[in-house]
């Protein structure tokens, strides 16, 4: 089974509106993290924000906000305001386990939404 | 720039060449990632080190391919015998603790073409 589905391979929003990123995630450890990172044509994989799943609140950063379920087992990414720069490939990822002494703290990466922002 | 750099950015090679990939990863950063992208992936690990140690190898990581990092600081990713199948975006990333969830940070990736 998929650790990480991301649903939609293209998006379209116009600019200044909100979009929302669908992730879901398949694990059977209690203690994981769950990562947004946006890779623009060039390449870089640039990090957005992380939620832990101990966390009590939704995590934000800037414009980005997380909306995890965890009962639902979904990390759904929200941009508000979209800008022509948001145009990008968008990746959800998780790390299991806590990662302690010498575990391994690799990321599972699902396969993408592909954002576009409409002037 | 104090971020995880990656060099050569591209290399086209012949099949059957050998190929080498370096990473500096963030300063303080004590472990480092490689991973592959394939068109239209996600990044698939391949390796881990801490330090030095190269705790873990992804069955991705065929014996034509091999990576160090001595010392503990840059790492290299050598791919030996390079196959059409190795055309591959290889990316790097570091990260440490104690903050954020141990969040790794990505370099910009070497794009790898094998003609």
């Known amino acids: 089974a998929q650790k990480i589905t991301q649903t939609q391979p293209g998006m379209f929003v116009q600019e200044k509106e909100a979009v929302t990123l669908d992730c879901t995630y398949d694990t059977s450890d209690p203690s994981y993290g769950l990562f947004w990172y946006k890779q623009p044509s060039s390449g870089e994989m640039i990090f957005l924000i992380y939620?832990?799943?101990?966390?009590?609140q939704n995590a934000t950063e800037g414009r980005y906000s997380l909306n995890f379920q965890k009962a639902r087992k979904s990390a759904n990414l929200v941009i508000s305001a979209s800008q022509l720069g948001d145009s990008a490939m968008y990746f959800c990822?998780?790390?299991?386990?806590?990662?302690?002494?010498?575990?391994?703290?690799?990321?599972?990466f699902g396969k993408g939404t592909l954002l576009t922002v409409n002037p | 720039d104090t971020g995880v750099s990656q060099d050569p950015r591209h290399k086209i090679t012949k099949r059957g060449q050998n190929v080498t990939f370096r990473c500096d990863p963030i300063?303080?950063?004590?472990?480092l990632y490689w991973y592959r992208q394939t068109l239209g992936q996600g990044p698939e690990f391949l390796t881990y080190f801490q330090n030095e140690a190269q705790l873990e190898k992804s069955r991705l990581l065929s014996d034509r391919f091999s990576a160090e990092r001595p010392k503990g600081s840059f790492s290299t990713l050598e791919i030996q015998r390079t196959e059409q199948g190795d055309s591959a975006m290889y990316l790097c990333?570091?990260?440490?603790?104690?903050?954020?969830?141990?969040?790794?940070?990505f370099g910009p990736g070497t794009r790898l073409l094998v003609l």
């Open positions: 939620q832990g799943s101990y966390d009590q």
């Open positions: 990822a998780m790390r299991e386990g806590r990662g302690s002494g010498g575990s391994n703290y690799k990321l599972t």
């Open positions: 990333a570091s990260s440490s603790r104690p903050f954020g969830g141990e969040t790794q940070y």
């Open positions: 300063s303080e950063h004590n472990r």
